[in-house]
T-cell receptor, first 109, second 110 residues
Framework: GIQVEQSPPDLILQEGANSTLRCNFS?????LQWFHQNPWGQLINLFY???GTKQNGRLSATTVATERYSLLYISSSQTTDSGVYFC???????????FGQGTTLQVKP | KAGVTQTPRYLIKTRGQQVTLSCSPI?????VSWYQQTPGQGLQFLFE???????NKGNFPGRFSGRQFSNSRSEMNVSTLELGDSALYLC?????????FGPGTRLLVL
């Protein structure tokens, strides 16, 4: 089956710093989503981005489908950005999301 | 629109018991998927329902089952609970490609 790898596994930043999270996937996909898991466990949608670039405030994401990777950029990080960021993909006509292991981000004040 | 809701939010059971978790999708969403999250295995797909039919199933034993009702609400059931079933169970609903998750049910098996 398709493999999803995220890097780095852990990231510690000072407030105000920028960061880039990476997601590599082993086969072609037709859906890619980025999520932020808050301290209470809920997965919050950040982007649906099977290809191209999108921006939402301080966050932006780019997926290069032909090279099988996606990047999530966080600029001017805030302490509220702390948590776990997941990349998840689907392949074919299915709602089965395959998740990476996540990147745990800690933003220090 | 209201988001995905899951009940109960927290649950404590003992080994051998069974449990039923409920998920109400966003209004208009017909697809509901379930996931299990544990520290060791991460987020794993359990099953997906669409219009009351199971469309996909993950690699979980038959103790894990689910169903979907005509109003798109879904339940999952775990019978003969084991300690390893302790996890956060997440439900997601979708209308097209984007999946929206509920707050989850934390199950502790003692």
């Amino acid at each position: 089956g398709i493999q999803v790898e995220q890097s780095p596994p852990d990231l510690i930043l000072q407030e105000g710093a920028n960061s880039t999270l990476r997601c590599n996937f082993s086969d072609s996909v037709n859906n890619l989503q980025w999520f932020h898991q808050n301290p209470w466990g809920q997965l919050i949608n950040l982007f649906y981005i099977p290809s191209g670039t999108k921006q939402n405030g301080r966050l932006s994401a780019t997926t290069v489908a032909t090279e099988r990777y996606s990047l999530l950029y966080i600029s001017s990080s805030q302490t509220t950005d702390s948590g776990v960021y997941f990349c998840a993909v689907t392949r074919g006509n299915t709602g089965k999301l395959i998740f990476g292991q996540g990147t745990t981000l800690q933003v220090k004040p | 629109k209201a988001g995905v809701t899951q009940t109960p939010r927290y649950l404590i059971k003992t080994r051998g018991q069974q449990v039923t978790l409920s998920c109400s999708p966003i209004s208009g969403h017909r697809s509901v998927s379930w996931y299990q999250q544990t520290p060791g295995q991460g987020l794993q797909f359990l099953f997906e329902y669409f219009s009351e039919t199971q469309r996909n199933k993950g690699n979980f034993p038959g103790r894990f089952s689910g169903r979907q009702f005509s109003n798109s609400r879904s339940e999952m059931n775990v019978s003969t609970l084991e300690l390893g079933d302790s996890a956060l169970y997440l439900c997601a609903s979708s209308f097209s490609e984007t999946q929206y998750f509920g707050p989850g049910t934390r199950l502790l098996v003692l």
